[in-house]
């Protein structure tokens, strides 16, 4: 109930008014409602069951997720707007990055347990480079398609910060977050035409 009352709620939210009112979207709401169809019969039958699948919910979140995006995206959010949530998101890699600093250098203290015996954990091995996300790979791929919040800074600092951006993302050991910030940082390049910055990423 708690998830189709937020998907009504935010159907409902069309009705109100924005900042760039869109002409009403019939394929968009039809799609809307058989998403809320679909989560219905889908708890419907856990609940029937006995059983919640929990990874049912993320077709829910992920498009109630993008719903909100485009919404966002179209009607509300002003070029002031888009222009703080870069800003913000660049501090945000910085807190990330500071903090897988602290990691590197052991000074966290999370630990992960590798055997146990009924639930009491044997022996534990010091956890790897995860970040706030608590995976390597997830980390890679974060700091990969953030590189350009923190390429758009200019100064010393940022030179840094993206300097230990690329160390995490190679520590982290994931092929996929090495391609992904190849690819990240050519895209950048290429739009600000910053030629300089592919030798660097051959080089790398």
């Not at 998907?7 to 869109?22: A, C, V």
């Amino acid at each position: 109930y708690f998830q189709l009352g937020v998907f009504f709620l935010f159907l409902f939210s069309f009705k109100e008014r924005s900042i760039h009112p869109l002409p009403r979207n019939i394929p968009l709401i039809l799609l809307s409602l058989y998403i809320v169809i679909q989560t219905a019969f889908v708890f419907h039958d856990s609940a029937s069951k006995s059983f919640y699948n929990h990874l049912n919910i993320f077709a829910f979140i992920n498009f109630l997720t993008f719903l909100l995006f485009y919404r966002s995206s179209c009607e509300i959010v002003t070029i002031q707007d888009i222009k703080l949530i870069i800003r913000y998101m660049g501090y945000g890699v910085l807190l990330v990055l500071a903090y897988c600093l602290i990691q590197v250098l052991s000074l966290d203290q999370f630990q992960d347990p590798l055997a146990t015996d009924y639930n009491r954990p044997t022996w534990y091995k010091m956890d790897y480079l995860v970040g706030t996300l608590g995976n390597p790979t997830h980390l890679a791929g974060y700091l990969g398609i953030t590189l350009p919040l923190i390429y758009i800074k200019t100064g010393k600092k940022w030179f840094i910060v993206g300097c230990l951006a690329w160390a995490v993302i190679a520590l982290s050991g994931s092929i996929s977050g090495v391609v992904t910030a190849t690819a990240s940082t050519a895209f950048y390049s290429l739009y600000r035409r910053m030629k300089v910055l592919v030798p660097i990423i051959v080089g790398i």
